[in-house]
C-alpha cells in the first residue's frame, strides 16, 4: 500500500484525476447525448454567420405560390389546370428541369367530372357534355409528360395503416458497399401523388425535411426509406433527371454513408445520407410570383437554363423553415440552396470519421496538458491551454473554409479546459498541502524566507538524501558544566538562559540562509547550501559566525546591565567551527520520526574544528577549503594545521578576526605576513626566530584577540626547546 501511495504521488494526484476525467469525457462524447450534439450544431451555426456561402449566377429558380397569386387565384389548392399552364409557361422560357415542393395526393374537386356529379340543376346535355371534357388532373398529367418534371413525395414519421398500394415506378438506386437501409432515415409511411401525375413524370422524390432537436434545419437527407423502399430526395432526383441517368449510386461502408451521386457528380453524407447545406444569404432574387408568370410578367429569358422549383413563401401554408442563418425560410428555398450548392460543389461534409478525428484532438489537448502540469505553473499552463485551444479553432476554421468540412471545436476545447480547470484545483489543493507540510517541516530550523522559497518552489527540496557540498557550523558554549552548577538549584533559570542565548545566535543564522540542524544541550549544529541552493554559502556561514560573537556581545552586556552590574556574573562564551566540504543532506531517521541533517566527514571536522577553539584560545576556526573561499572578503589568518581522519595530507586551519575592513588594514596585512613567517620558522624548528617572529605578531595580535593563540605557540617552542626529542 505504502509503495502504491509513492508510485501516486510521484506520477502526481492531478494527472491521476485528470486523465480520469479525460476517459468520462471520451465515453460522454461517444455516447453523444442531446446537449453535446446540440453544442457542436450551434458551433456550426456560427461558423455559417460569419462565413455563409456565397451565392454567384443564380442556377435554380423558385415559381413562387405567393400572398399575391393566392388573393388573384384564389386559396390553395388550385385548379391543376393551372398547375399545367405554370409548368407549360416554365417550359416556354426555358426550364430545364422541374420539381415540385407540392403535393397531389388527391383529386381535383374542381375537375369537369366533379362538377358533373356534384352540381345540381344541371339539365342533361349540359351533364353529358361536363363528363366528356378531359379531367383537370388528366390535363395536369399531361403537361406533366411533355416536359422534365420531378413530382414531390411526403415521408411520414409516424406509422399507421398503410395506404392503398400504387404501383409506381421509382428511379433506379444502385448501391456500392452494405445494404444502406439500416443507416437511412426511415419514414414509415409514404404519401404519394395520385398515380394518373405519378406515371406521367419523369422522376419521384420525397421533400420531407427533418429539422434537428432546436428546431433548425441544418441537413437535409439525400436519400431515405420509405415503406421499406430507398428513395431519392427531390433535389437528388431533379439532378437525375437533368444528367439523364438511369439510376443514384449510394456508396457505404461499415459506418454508414459516404456519399450520394449521379454520374461524376458525388455528394458527401453523413452516415444517415444526410448532406450539410452550406447556406447563402435569402435571394428574393430566385423567386417568381406564380401569378407574374401566368399573366406573362416575367421577362422571357427568366428562366432560360434554370432548374426550376414551384413552392410556396405564403405564411399561412405553413412551409417556413429555421435555418443557421435565416428565422423563416421558405422550404422551398432549402431545396434550391441545396441544389446549388450540389452543383458548386460547396456541400459542407463531416465524414464519420470527424468524431475520431475530434476525440483524438481532445485526448491529444488533454494529454499535453496533463503532461505539462506538474513541469510549469498556472500562468504557463492556461497561456500553453490558450495556445492549444486557438490551434484548435484555427484547424476547424480553416477545414471550414478551406475544405467544406465541419470539425467541431467544442468538445476538445471544453474536454481541454475541463481537464486543465481540474490539473488547476488539483494542483493547487496538493500545492497548499505540500506548502503546509514543507512550512511544519522547517520552519524550526530554517529562515522564515526560506520556509517561504521552499513552499513556493517545493520541488527545489530533494527528500531522502542528496550528495551536496555544504559549508557545516558547530557552536559550543565554553565552561557550560561550570555555569550549569551554578544553577543546580535553578533549572528553570538554566533553561532560560540557553533559550535567551540561542534565540540570537538561531537568528543570526537564518537571517544569512543558514539551516539549523539541531540542538545538543549547548551547542548548535547548522549548515550551509541545503534544501536550498546557496552559491554563497561559504560567506554567509562566516558571515553568520562573527554576527553569532556580535551578538553573544550584546547579551553578555544586557546581562551585566540587569545584574546591577555585579561583576560575578560570567560572561558567555562560545567557540564555533566552519568546514566545507561533500556531505549527505537529507532526511534521517525512522518512519516514525526523522530530522533534516547532513552527514559526512567535512560535519565531523568542522566539530573537531570547534572543539580545537578552545586550545588555540580564538572564537572561531575554519577550515582550509571555507578559506580559501572567503579570504577576499574576510580577515582569515592561519594558524596550524592538522591531520584530518581518512587523510595523508595536512589539513591547514584558519581563523576569522575580522571582516573585509579589517583584512585590508595595514596593521591585518603586516600580521598576516608576520604571522606566516612564524608559521615557517616554526614548522622549520628555527625556534629562536619563531619566537621573535611571535614578540613581533603579539603587538599587533591585541588588536584582534590573539593573546592566548601567541601565548600557546610560546608554550610549544618552550616544551619542545626543553625536550628536544618530542615533535609537533
Known amino acids: 500500500m505504502t509503495s502504491l501511495l509513492r508510485s501516486i504521488r510521484r506520477f502526481g494526484v492531478g494527472r491521476i484525476v485528470g486523465l480520469l476525467l479525460l476517459v468520462e ?48 387565384l384564389g386559396q390553395w389548392p388550385w385548379p391543376r389546370t393551372i398547375m399545367a399552364d405554370i409548368v407549360l409557361k416554365i417550359v416556354e422560357r426555358g426550364g430545364t428541369v422541374i420539381g415540385f415542393d407540392v403535393l397531389f395526393p388527391e383529386p381535383d374537386r374542381s375537375s369537369p367530372e366533379v362538377a358533373a356529379e356534384t352540381f345540381r340543376g344541371l339539365d342533361p346535355d349540359m351533364r353529358v357534355k361536363l363528363q366528356s371534357l378531359p379531367g383537370n388532373d388528366a390535363v395536369f398529367a399531361e403537361a406533366i409528360r411533355a416536359s422534365k418534371v420531378v413530382l414531390g413525395q411526403s415521408g411520414y414519421r409516424v406509422s399507421g395503416s398503410a395506404p392503398i398500394a400504387r404501383p409506381v415506378s421509382q428511379s433506379g438506386i444502385a448501391t456500392l458497399g452494405p445494404d444502406p437501409r439500416s443507416f437511412l432515415v426511415d419514414f414509415p409511411r409514404l404519401l404519394r401523388n395520385l398515380p394518373i401525375l405519378d406515371n406521367a413524370a419523369q422522376g419521384h422524390g420525397i421533400f420531407s425535411i427533418i429539422p434537428e432537436l432546436d428546431g433548425t434545419v441544418r441537413r437535409v437527407p439525400l436519400v431515405a426509406v420509405a415503406d421499406g423502399v430507398v428513395v431519392p430526395s427531390l433535389a437528388l432526383e431533379m439532378l437525375r433527371v437533368t444528367a439523364g441517368s438511369a439510376a443514384t449510386l449510394i456508396k457505404t461502408d461499415a459506418s454508414g454513408v459516404r456519399s450520394v451521386g449521379i454520374h461524376d457528380l458525388a455528394i458527401p453524407t453523413d452516415g444517415k445520407g444526410r448532406v450539410w447545406i452550406h447556406f447563402s444569404h435569402h435571394n428574393p432574387g430566385r423567386y417568381i410570383s406564380a401569378i407574374d408568370l401566368l399573366q406573362g410578367r416575367v421577362s422571357a429569358d427568366s428562366l432560360a437554363g434554370k432548374m426550376v422549383l414551384i413552392g410556396t413563401s405564403a405564411a399561412g401554408l405553413l412551409d417556413l423553415k429555421v435555418t443557421p442563418i435565416h428565422p423563416a425560410l421558405p422550404g422551398v428555398e432549402l431545396h434550391a440552396q441545396l441544389l446549388e450548392s450540389a452543383l458548386t460543389g460547396s456541400t459542407l461534409s463531416r465524414p464519420s470519421y470527424t468524431a475520431f478525428v475530434e476525440l483524438s484532438l481532445a485526448t ?11 513541469r510549469v505553473n498556472a500562468g504557463t499552463l492556461f497561456v500553453l491551454g490558450g495556445i492549444i485551444a486557438a490551434v484548435t479553432l484555427g484547424l476547424s476554421w480553416h477545414c471550414f473554409t478551406v475544405l467544406d468540412l465541419l470539425i467541431d471545436y467544442t468538445f476538445p476545447m471544453i474536454a481541454s479546459f475541463l481537464v486543465y ?102 551547542a548548535i549544529m547548522a549548515f550551509w547550501n541545503a534544501p536550498l541552493t546557496d552559491p554563497s554559502h561559504e560567506v ?113 586551519i584558519f581563523t576569522i578576526v575580522g571582516r573585509a575592513d579589517a ?63 618530542s615533535s609537533h
Open 364 to 374: 491529444l489537448m488533454s494529454l499535453i496538458l496533463i503532461a505539462s502540469a506538474p
Open 421 to 522: 480547470a481540474v490539473l488547476v484545483c488539483t494542483n493547487y489543493v496538493t500545492v497548499s498541502a505540500d506548502r503546509y507540510r514543507i512550512r511544519s517541516a522547517f520552519s524550526q530550523y530554517l529562515s522564515p524566507d526560506l520556509v517561504e522559497q521552499l513552499a513556493k518552489s517545493p520541488e527545489k527540496l530533494t527528500l531522502g538524501g542528496e550528495q551536496r557540498e555544504l559549508t557545516v557550523l558547530f557552536s559550543d558554549v565554553r565552561g557550560f558544566t561550570s555555569i550549569a552548577e551554578s544553577y543546580k538549584d535553578d533549572p528553570q533559570g538554566l533553561t532560560a538562559l540557553i533559550n535567551r542565548l540561542f534565540t540570537p545566535l538561531t537568528r543570526d543564522i537564518m537571517d544569512r540562509h543558514g539551516t539549523v540542524d539541531k540542538y545538543m544541550g549547548d
Open 25 to 72: 469525457l471520451l465515453a460522454l462524447r461517444v455516447w453523444d447525448p442531446g446537449p453535446v450534439e446540440a453544442l457542436r450544431h450551434k458551433s456550426f451555426d456560427i461558423y455559417q454567420l460569419i462565413y455563409p456561402r456565397v451565392a454567384g449566377q443564380v442556377l435554380v429558380s423558385i415559381v413562387d405560390i405567393d400572398e399575391q397569386s393566392l388573393r388573384a
Open 663 to 725: 583584512a585590508t588594514s595595514s596593521d591585518f596585512v603586516t600580521l598576516n605576513e608576520r604571522n606566516r613567517a612564524m608559521l615557517a620558522a616554526y614548522r622549520s624548528q628555527e625556534w629562536q626566530q619563531a619566537l621573535e617572529m611571535i614578540l613581533l605578531c603579539r603587538e599587533l595580535g591585541k588588536n584582534f584577540g590573539l593573546d592566548d593563540y601567541y601565548d600557546l605557540y610560546i608554550q610549544r617552542i618552550r616544551r619542545l626547546v626543553e625536550t628536544p626529542a
Open 540 to 652: 554567509n556561514a562566516c558571515e553568520a559566525a562573527l554576527a553569532m560573537l556580535d551578538s553573544l556581545r550584546e547579551l553578555n552586556e544586557q546581562r551585566q546591565r540587569d545584574a546591577g552590574g555585579d561583576q560575578s556574573v560570567p560572561s558567555l562564551r562560545i567557540g564555533i567551527g566552519l568546514n566545507t566540504g561533500l556531505c549527505v543532506v537529507g532526511n534521517f531517521g525512522s518512519d516514525r520520526h526523522f530530522n533534516y541533517s547532513a552527514l559526512g566527514d567535512a560535519v565531523n571536522l568542522a566539530s573537531r574544528l570547534e572543539g580545537l577553539t578552545k586550545h588555540y584560545g580564538v572564537p572561531i576556526i575554519i577550515g582550509e577549503k571555507t578559506a580559501r573561499a572567503v579570504h577576499t572578503r574576510f580577515s582569515v589568518l592561519e594558524i596550524d594545521h592538522m591531520q584530518a581522519k581518512g587523510k595523508r595530507e595536512l589539513e591547514r
